[in-house]
C-alpha cells in the first residue's frame, strides 16, 4: 500500500510539474512513477517508502501551524490593548543530525510569534522566543509533540 501512495503523490507531482491534471497526464505519471520505483527498488530498504507520506503529513502539520498562528498574532496585534508575555525558552532535543535540528528551527521561525534564538554547542537545546507564553512547560511540550515529533518520524 505504500508504494502505491508513493506512486499516486509521483504523479501528483508530475501533474504539478507539467501543469496538465489530465486524467491522460495522470496516468502517464503513474506508469512514470511506477518505472521509476522500479528501477530504484533495490537502493531502498522497505520502510524507505513511507517517506513521502510522512514528509506530506509534516508539510500539512506546518500549514495548520501556520494559519493558526497568523491568525492568532493577527488577532492580538489589532486589539485596541496589546498583551504580550514574549520569553525565551529552552527546548531539550532528540533530534541528531543537522539537518533535522535546521528543519525544526526553521519551521519555528516561520511560524508566527515564534522565532529560534540559538542552539547549544552541544545540539541538546534549541532556544526559542515567543510572543506569548503564559506556561512555558506548555510551549516546550507543543514542540516536542508537533514539529520534532512530525520530523523524527519523516527522516527515521
Known amino acids: 500500500m505504500n508504494l502505491l501512495f508513493t506512486n499516486l503523490v509521483l504523479a501528483l507531482v508530475w501533474a504539478a510539474v507539467t501543469a496538465s491534471?489530465?486524467?491522460?497526464?495522470?496516468?502517464?505519471?503513474?506508469?512514470?512513477?511506477?518505472?521509476?520505483?522500479?528501477l530504484v527498488?533495490?537502493?531502498?530498504?522497505?520502510?524507505?517508502f513511507n517517506r513521502p507520506r510522512k514528509l506530506l503529513m509534516l508539510a500539512g502539520l506546518f500549514l495548520v501551524e501556520l494559519c493558526l498562528s497568523a491568525f492568532r498574532v493577527a488577532r492580538d496585534t489589532l486589539r485596541p490593548r496589546m498583551i504580550f508575555r514574549p520569553a525565551i525558552i529552552a527546548v531539550p532535543l532528540d533530534l541528531q543530525s543537522d539537518v533535522e535540528i535546521?528543519?525544526?528551527a526553521n519551521l519555528i521561525s516561520l511560524t508566527p510569534g515564534t522565532l529560534s534564538?540559538?542552539?547549544?554547542?552541544?545540539r541538546t537545546t534549541l532556544y526559542?522566543?515567543?510572543?506569548?507564553?503564559?506556561?512555558?512547560?506548555?510551549?516546550?511540550?507543543e514542540i516536542k509533540s508537533g514539529f520534532e515529533r512530525a520530523i523524527r518520524e519523516a527522516f527515521a
Do not use: E
Open 21 to 38: 491534471f489530465s486524467p491522460g497526464n495522470l496516468l502517464f505519471g503513474f506508469v512514470l512513477g511506477f518505472v521509476s520505483l522500479w
Open 41 to 48: 527498488r533495490h537502493r531502498f530498504k522497505r520502510r524507505d
Open 102 to 104: 535546521l528543519l525544526l
Open 128 to 141: 526559542v522566543h515567543a510572543m506569548h507564553v503564559d506556561d512555558p512547560q506548555h510551549l516546550r511540550d
Open 117 to 122: 534564538v540559538d542552539v547549544s554547542a552541544d
